[in-house]
C-alpha cells in the first residue's frame, strides 16, 4: 500500500512538509507505523501549483528517503497546494508512470489502497473508460484505471458523486465477478482550488487518515510553535498518518466519509457508494 499528505493553506517550501516533521512523509517510507508495510519504497511522486493552471509534477522509482533530486527540489519549489505520496506497490511494475500523483488536465489524483482482484475486474472497468480519456492513461495500477473512471463520471464537475458513483460501479463489477472486497481506499484529489478527501472500502475496515485541527485553535494551544505564527487560518493538512505527536493536532476522518478543504467553511459528510441503475 502507500502513504500521502495533501496540503492546502499559505504558500510553504516543499521541505516544510516533507522533511522537516517528526513523522514526515520521508521519514514513514522507512517506518511507517499504520500502513500495510512498515517501507514505501518503490518509488514516490509530488504534484504542486505555482503561476501556472496545471500543477508540476515529479515522478520517480528512487526510494523517496535517497532520492538528492527531491531534497534539492523540496528546498526551492513553494507552493499553496501540495500532494505527495510515497508508494508501495500491491503488485503492478515499480516504474514511473505507476507513480502518483496522477495528472490530467488541472486535476491531481492520489490512492492508497487497492481495487480487489484487480487482474480479474481490469478489462470490464479499462473499457468503461470514456474513449476520448483512455488514450491518456500510462501506466498499469489500479489507482489509474479509478482516476480515469472518475474523470468519466463526471469528477471535474461533480467530484463527491463521481467518486460515489465510481466506487458503485467497481463494487459492482467486482460482486458480479466474485471479489469479497472490490475496494480499500484512502483517496485525495484537487482542481487546485479545493481539495476533497475520501475514506472508504468495501469491508468497513479502511486505511487511515487525519485532517489537521483548525490553525487558530492549535495556536492558543500551542503558542510556542513557531510554525503555527507563520501560516494561515486556512492551512490544512490531509495525512495517511499524522506527521507528529503535538497534542490536539490531528482527527481521525470517520470510517465512510470523506472532506472538502476549501476557502471559508471546510466539510465533513458521509460517503455512500452509488450503484449503476
Not at 527531491?70 to 501540495?82: N, P
Not at 467486482?174 to 482550488?193: F, K, L, R, S, W
Request: hydrophobic share 35%; proline share 7%.
Amino acid at each position: 500500500m502507500c502513504r500521502w499528505l495533501a496540503y492546502s493553506g499559505s504558500p510553504v517550501l516543499l521541505e516544510e512538509l516533507l522533511y522537516t516533521p517528526k513523522h514526515s512523509l520521508i521519514d514513514q517510507s522507512l517506518h511507517s507505523t499504520m500502513g500495510a508495510e512498515a517501507t514505501n519504497g518503490d518509488g514516490f511522486g509530488i504534484g504542486w501549483y505555482g503561476t501556472l493552471p496545471t500543477p508540476g509534477t515529479f515522478h520517480s522509482v528512487e526510494p523517496a528517503w535517497n532520492d538528492r533530486n527531491l531534497r534539492d527540489l523540496s528546498a526551492q519549489i513553494e507552493s499553496h497546494l501540495v500532494f505527495a505520496h510515497i508508494r508501495a506497490s500491491s503488485g503492478t511494475p515499480v516504474q514511473q508512470t505507476n507513480c502518483h500523483p496522477f495528472r490530467h488536465g488541472n486535476w491531481l489524483w492520489m490512492h492508497n489502497g487497492a481495487l480487489g482482484d484487480f487482474h480479474r475486474v481490469k478489462r470490464e472497468l479499462v473499457l468503461a473508460v470514456d474513449p476520448a480519456l483512455y488514450p491518456s492513461i500510462e501506466g498499469s495500477t489500479d489507482s489509474e484505471v479509478f482516476f480515469y473512471l472518475a474523470l468519466t463520471m463526471g469528477l471535474e464537475d461533480d467530484p463527491p458523486g463521481a467518486v460515489e458513483r465510481t466506487v458503485g460501479f467497481i463494487e459492482h463489477v467486482g460482486y458480479a465477478q466474485g471479489v469479497e472486497h472490490p475496494i480499500q481506499m484512502t483517496v485525495a484529489t484537487t482542481d487546485g482550488t479545493r481539495l476533497w478527501a475520501f475514506r472508504y472500502s468495501s469491508e468497513g475496515k479502511s486505511r487511515s487518515l487525519f485532517y489537521s485541527t483548525r490553525v487558530d485553535t492549535l495556536r492558543d494551544q500551542h503558542p510556542e510553535v513557531a510554525v503555527l505564527q507563520q501560516v494561515s487560518d486556512e492551512s490544512r493538512l490531509v495525512v495517511s498518518e499524522p506527521l507528529g505527536d503535538l497534542a490536539g493536532a490531528w482527527n481521525e476522518v470517520p470510517e465512510s466519509h470523506y472532506g472538502v478543504i476549501q476557502e471559508g467553511q471546510d466539510e465533513l459528510l458521509p460517503f455512500t457508494p452509488r450503484p449503476p441503475a
